[in-house]
């Protein structure tokens, strides 16, 4: 039975909005040119396959439903009320293998000393050993490390065989698509001779494949990421987070894509007082500081919630909702900086002659605006989507280390910041909630930020020249 | 150039007035005042006598709008509309929903704020000019390659890290300065040290590059081309002529946040106890005290709007052409 949260739905409308973007910029050569411009790019292919993972990891994260209870003798098969996503069916181990409280990456004994009832009736104080953690290890102080390096070792073989096996695949496709045997494609790809850059698309793959495969096999056995202070584990919550960041960087700028794009137009087209009223429109919505802006509204929102505790079915829906409402607050803030862009474009825009030529044919306002200027704008508006992405997922980090930002029930990177900072002051330190967070958000920012600049190259007229 | 001046200040008028609906629609109209009592007295056991008594000790008994039963002037005078919000104009902030008089408050907690974004803006300036500078007087060349790479390595790293990572590495590992915390006078000194250095290294990325587009812009102007046409010396262009005029964005790019320093970062002064406005804000957000939060983000909305028209004006210095428009 398939849940869909108010979230998933418009991620499911981005998708349809991204697959029809494709399907009509392939047909038209002043959109498919400065793309091909970006696959030529060996970095930007490598950012965008890292983030192609990561958004196939929050689209897994994205289909919801409710689990089915297994049948017993006594009763029939129900369904769960928890809901659950397709991703929480991959990461099942992961999820279920929990242990009583903190322990260090990789470890086999828990953090921290606990009293322990022996065998032979005594009790003792002493680190006791993990539920799952090296749990098949008889003498963990001598094998682990020998096990540890044992684990990794298969895991990087399996994952060489399994990129060997896929990089063969695509240069065989590639091969097929181009007319050249074999022989020629690897050639190529060798020497890095075709026109989108596969060389570096297959060695990030291959290297992610060969990862994947040693964190996946080391997962079986051990937690790769420790556990965090209630025993879950930390890499399940780092993974099961970036939804949470795909959203917000995504979301935001779908919701204020239309008023940028509307308000920007109308100003720069009409001027006038209609100008003016967007103009004072987003001078004071700039004035108020973004994070107060935001506090207040979270704020209002929490009573709001408060009162109406009734009407939400469950802690994830609730969720849910303040972070579509988070994802309005942050585009109420971020929609201004692209209206004024878009209106001092189409400022200059509506001088120009096929515009007046427009004009002088007595085509409605209306289509000028959506036939003539429009087209002529997206190169900015595509830039401002890409460039804004890394801005927001280290927004939300931001934003939720205060509180204001997504449900404290909810995954995300900034809560994990959040219930790390307590830990800091603990000696030893507990360093790996952070540590994976860290990890995952630098490896997404990072990509997205490469292949911004990469689009912002291909698509800024003034740059490609 | 007064009469510009006076103009711009006349504008700015409506948008402080739009910001002042704004909140006041915000915190009074979205959210009655009888929501915000049941926040603050817990949501399901409470009365209506204790939330009466929390509104009237706070002023929030008061019609909205327009006092049908006052006198005269009063009708308008004695509502929650002009005791809390007409009045932020003449910045007389009222008392915080727990009691406090805010305006004191902000007037003490200024200046630890200050003591942080000052430094931390000037060193910062400085040191942002001088890698832009570098990576611009190298340009294409390995220096400037792997400069930006690191730039864009260091942009796409949390602030959070960088505030963690410096509070570990030099108050716990090194022991070098205290983790956070404030201090009067000149003890204050060796709290604000770890603050301003990582502000300062967490906007090295961005603002680096930032700087090093202008100074690149710059360079490829017809000008450049003239003076070294005419002999002169490469570093003699890129000191006198190249900076000098790539200081002009800058600068006016900076003048824009120059009344903001007085908020401080809310971030920063939570995470090392700073007693200033920005840790001020947060707490204030987690009581939801919501007379504070309104008074900083009419406080903020205000200082912004100043920046704005010194911006205004200190373009008209660099660049009188500005002003025949």
């Known amino acids: 039975m398939p849940v869909i949260f108010i979230t998933d739905a418009f991620i499911f409308l981005l998708v349809f909005m991204v697959s029809a973007y494709v399907l009509y910029a392939r047909q038209h050569e002043h959109l498919r040119a400065p793309w091909h411009d970006v696959a030529r790019r060996p970095l930007a292919m490598s950012a965008a396959i890292i983030l192609v993972v990561y958004v196939a990891v929050g689209l897994l994260d994205s289909v919801h439903f409710h689990p ?58 002493d680190y006791p050993r993990l539920k799952f953690g090296g749990v098949h290890l008889n003498n963990p102080e001598t094998e682990r490390l020998a096990d540890i390096s044992k684990h990794i070792v298969i895991g ?144 209002l929102l929490q009573v709001y919630i408060g009162n109406h505790a009734d009407d939400f079915n469950s802690i994830e829906e609730r969720a849910d909702l303040r972070l579509l409402f988070l994802c309005i607050i942050l585009g109420i803030t971020s929609w201004t900086g692209l209206c004024r862009l ?74 994990m910041i959040n219930g790390a900072r307590l830990e800091m002051a603990r000696e030893p330190i507990v360093w790996w909630s952070l540590a994976a967070a860290f990890v995952f958000m630098f490896i997404l920012v990072l990509a997205a930020n490469l292949f911004s600049d990469a689009v912002r190259d291909s698509f800024d007229p003034r740059l490609r020249h | 150039m007064i009469s510009y001046i006076l103009r711009r200040i006349a504008y700015a008028f409506p948008i402080l007035i739009g910001v002042n609906i704004i909140t006041f629609v915000l915190f009074f109209v979205v959210n009655t005042p009888d929501d915000m009592a049941r926040m603050q007295l817990g949501m399901k ?139 009067t006078g000149f003890n204050a000194i060796k709290f604000t040290v770890l603050p301003v250095l990582v502000g300062l290294v967490g906007g090295i990325g961005s603002s680096t590059r930032w700087y090093r587009t202008i100074f690149l812009e710059e360079m490829g102007k017809d000008y450049v081309r003239t003076a070294k046409a005419k002999g002169l010396s490469e570093t003699r262009v890129l000191y006198h002529h190249v900076l000098m005029n790539g200081l002009i964005p800058i600068l006016t790019g900076v003048v824009v946040i120059l009344p903001s320093l007085f908020i401080g970062s809310l971030i920063v002064e939570s995470f090392f106890a700073i007693p200033g406005l920005g840790s001020y804000t947060i707490d204030a957000i987690s009581a939801q005290d919501f007379a504070i939060v309104r008074s900083m983000v009419f406080l903020g909305s205000v200082l912004y709007i100043i920046g704005l028209i010194l911006t205004d004006i200190s373009y008209t210095l660099v660049d009188p052409r500005v002003r025949l428009n």
């Open chain 1, 342 to 415: 878009l209106r001092a474009e189409t400022l200059k825009l509506r001088e120009i002659d096929y515009v007046q030529a427009a004009q002088a044919f007595g085509v409605s306002n209306m289509s000028i605006m959506l036939r003539h200027l429009l087209p002529n704008v997206m190169h900015i508006v595509m830039i401002t989507i890409v460039i804004d992405f890394s801005g927001l997922v280290l927004a939300e980090a931001v934003l939720s280390y205060i509180n204001i930002g997504v449900d404290p029930s909810m995954n995300s990177w900034g809560n």
């Open chain 1, 68 to 125: 089915e209870l297994e049948a017993t003798e006594t009763t029939q098969a129900v369904q769960s009320t928890e809901v659950s996503s397709l991703l929480d069916l991959v990461l099942d181990d992961l999820r279920k293998n929990t242990e009583r409280t903190y322990s260090a990456p990789l470890a086999s004994y828990a953090f921290s000393k606990e009293m322990i009832d022996l065998p032979n009736g005594k009790q003792i104080r």
């Open chain 1, 156 to 299: 990087l073989l399996f994952g060489l065989i399994i990129s060997l096996l896929v990089s063969t695949v695509i240069v065989f496709i590639l091969g097929k698509s181009h007319k050249i045997s074999f022989k020629q494609a690897i050639n190529k790809i060798c020497h890095n001779d075709f026109l989108v850059s596969w060389t570096a698309m297959l060695i990030t793959m291959s290297l992610i494949i060969m990862a994947a495969c040693i964190i996946f096999n080391l997962s079986q056995y051990y937690h790769v990421f420790g556990t965090d202070k209630v025993g879950q584990d930390v890499l399940y919550q780092a993974i099961k987070s970036v939804r949470t960041g795909l959203v917000i960087g995504t979301l935001t700028t779908l919701v204020m894509l239309p008023f940028a794009i509307m308000m920007g137009l109308m100003a720069g087209y009409f001027r006038g007082w209609i100008d003016d009223v967007i103009q004072y429109l987003y001078t004071t919505l700039n004035s108020i500081p973004g994070v107060l802006l935001i506090a207040a509204s979270i704020l």
């Open chain 2, 45 to 183: 056991r409470v009365d209506d006598a204790a939330i009466s008594k929390w509104k009237e000790e706070r002023g929030y008994d008061k019609p909205i709008l327009w006092n049908q039963d006052a006198e005269a002037i009063e009708k308008i005078t004695d509502t929650i509309f002009f005791q809390n919000s007409v009045k932020l104009f003449i910045f007389d902030f009222g008392r915080s929903d727990s009691g406090r008089d805010i305006g004191y408050d902000i007037s003490q907690r200024m200046w630890p704020s200050l003591a942080i974004t000052v430094p931390g803006l000037i060193l910062g300036l400085l040191a942002y000019i001088t890698f832009g500078l570098t990576l611009a007087f190298f340009r294409g060349s390995y220096v400037d390659v792997s400069g930006v790479i690191l730039c864009v390595v260091m942009m796409s790293i949390s602030g959070l890290f960088y505030i963690i990572g410096g509070q570990y590495l030099i108050g716990k590992f090194f022991h070098l300065v205290p983790i956070s915390g404030y201090d």
